[in-house]
Every structure is written in C-alpha cells, then in structure tokens.
C-alpha cells in the first residue's frame, strides 16, 4: 500500500488588516478578546479534499514548522506565547459548514422582544446560564433553548462558521463588556469573515460561494487536551484553508480553563 503524501506546512507573514485595525482591536478588548485570541498563517503543500480532514489536523499539529511558530494563549502568563514541542498522539477534526454569503442571515433578529429596529436589544431579568451572565434577550437566543427565541435559527444554521464568529463576539470572553445594541456585533462579524473566508464565482451560475474549508482541530496526548484546552464553547481553534492561494489561517482562543 502506498504510503499517503503529507501536508508540509510553512509560516507565511500576512496582514489582517481589519483584525488589527484599531476600531476592531478596540471592540475585541471590549469584548475581553483582544488578548486571548490568535491569529497564524502557514501555506501547505497539497491540494486538500474534505476526507483529508484528520490526516491534514494531525500533520499541521505535529509539523515542526507548527509547533515552533504557532501562537497560544498562555492561562498562568496571560498573553500569548509560541505553543513549542508536543507529543501529539491524537487528534480531532470537524468540518466546520461555510456557505453564508449575505448578512441578510441577520435580518431575522430584528423582531419584537428581541431586537429593535434601530438596533437597540431588549433586555431581561438576569439570570446565569452556562455560565454566563444573561441580561439581554440576544446573549438568552444564543445560550438558552428556553429563549422565546431559540428557533430563529435551527441547528444546521447555528452550526454556520459566520454564526460561530457572531457568537465569539456576543458572547465574549470572561470579563466581557456587553453592548447595548447590535450594529458593531454585526459590523465586525461581516469584517472578520470577509477578511478570513475566500469567495469565488461560479463558471456556470455566476453566483457567488464560498471557497474556503473550515476546520475545527484539536490536538491531544491521550485523555490531555494539549490544544486548544478546556471543551468550553468559547474555547477552540479553527483552520480556514484557501485552496486557491494553499494558505491555512489559523484562528484560536481560550476562553480561560486550559491547562497552561
């Protein structure tokens, strides 16, 4: 049996303008973010196809290229550091759906009880829910199934990359400050998936797609999670490949209950 060709993986410097621009830097501190995120580029040299999806999670995690340059937030140092030298015995892997094109996904969260039409949330009686905090009907759609307004968006939808990223930034990290209305919610949701997400037109239809995969990966030593830590939904490290260019972005965070 012939021995599968692997991916090689190389540090690419690239600029994420809008995740670095100071308007977004602002907004991802606000949110507790700025600081426990990170964001990695390596070219890779095979052509990937979906079934590829674990072997391509276990050569990015265990290439030394990777080990030697990928940044992690540190929980004891509180900022980020080189991840280094790991025995990576297994990994995980999970196609992560990417085929939203259009903002207009959002225009159902305007409606009464849940946001205003000027943008302006409504609010709730607090109460705690996984965790979090809960004093607005936008953070309760998110977290609770008892929300009046769970069902605005069912699982497949609330599985979408682009509802990921909107649910990073409502959400937070632990010591986040929530915004009172929904426009820079929105605004830098639409900023960061323009940004990390690759599009093309369809030869035959014209119509726009979506050209990037998304990965959600995972790296472990037996029952230790070595990367990215702790299985809290805020906590993950998500692997955008642009098969035109063969550049795969690497977005993390750690919510705060890793093993660093």
Request: aromatic fraction near 14%.
């Amino acid at each position: 049996m012939t021995e599968r060709k692997k991916f090689k993986f190389t540090p690419v410097e690239k600029k994420y303008l809008t995740f670095n621009s100071k308007d977004v830097r602002t907004d991802l501190t606000r949110w507790d973010l700025a600081n426990r995120m990170s964001l990695s580029s390596f070219s890779y040299s095979e052509h990937f196809k979906d079934y590829q999806a674990k072997d391509f999670v276990m050569d990015f995690f265990t290439d030394p290229n990777v080990q030697q340059s990928l940044k992690v937030f540190s929980l004891s140092r509180q900022e980020l550091v080189t991840w280094g030298s790991h025995e990576v015995k297994e990994v995980q892997s999970e196609l992560v759906p990417c085929s939203i094109t259009s903002m207009d996904f959002f225009d159902r969260l305007t409606r009464p009880g849940l946001v205003r039409e000027m943008g302006a949330i409504y609010k709730c009686l607090d109460e705690d829910i996984d965790g979090f905090l809960v004093a607005d009907e936008l953070h309760k759609m998110i977290l609770s199934e008892e929300s009046d307004h769970w069902d605005v968006y069912n699982e497949e939808e609330r599985s979408e990359f682009l509802f990921l990223l909107f649910k990073l930034l409502v959400l937070g990290g632990p010591v986040c400050q929530y915004d009172d209305g929904i426009e820079r919610y929105l605004e830098v949701s639409k900023a960061l998936y323009k940004e990390f997400i690759t599009v093309q037109k369809n030869a035959e239809t014209k119509a726009i797609e979506i050209a990037s995969r998304v990965l959600k990966a995972s790296a472990w030593d037996g029952e230790i999670c070595w990367f990215p830590g702790d299985d809290h939904h805020q906590t993950f490290c998500y692997l955008i490949l642009n098969p035109i260019s063969r550049i795969c972005t690497v977005i993390s965070h750690d919510f705060g209950k890793g093993i660093w």
